[in-house]
Nanobody, 123 residues
């Protein structure tokens, strides 16, 4: 199996930037599509971004509008989410996840999840 640990969350003013990272353990990191999801109070978990096994394909939620970039480094077993032009509505707990099959944007297809990291964007 794979274990995931997120880091990089924090407090930032609107318009600022943050880079989240997810460190993975396991021998077969490149076998997984990696994704980021988020969940705000009173809302369901929401798809943010995903990246294919070797980074050839990326996918983003509709709300991103060019502001976020997902990347991965299989040699280091890391996946990152660069967030810029942050808005208060981006405030949420952000989760890293890994899957081997299924639809990239649906959380039920992901096999492994991290504990999450809090992102708070002030006005």
């Amino acid at each position: 199996q794979v274990q995931l640990v997120e880091s990089g969350g924090g407090l930032v003013q609107a318009g600022g930037s943050l880079r989240l990272s997810c460190a993975a353990s396991g021998r077969t990191f490149s076998s997984y599509t990696m994704g980021w999801f988020r969940q705000a109070p009173g809302k369901e978990r929401e798809f943010v971004a995903a990246i294919s096994q070797y980074g050839a394909y990326t996918y983003y939620g509709d709300f991103v509008k060019g502001r976020f970039t997902i990347s991965r480094d299989n040699a280091k077993k890391l996946v990152s989410l660069q967030m810029k032009s942050l808005k208060p509505e981006d405030t949420a707990v952000y989760y890293c996840a890994a899957k081997t099959s299924g639809t990239y944007s649906e959380g039920r297809w992901y096999d492994y999840w991290g504990q999450g990291t809090q992102v708070t964007v002030s006005s």
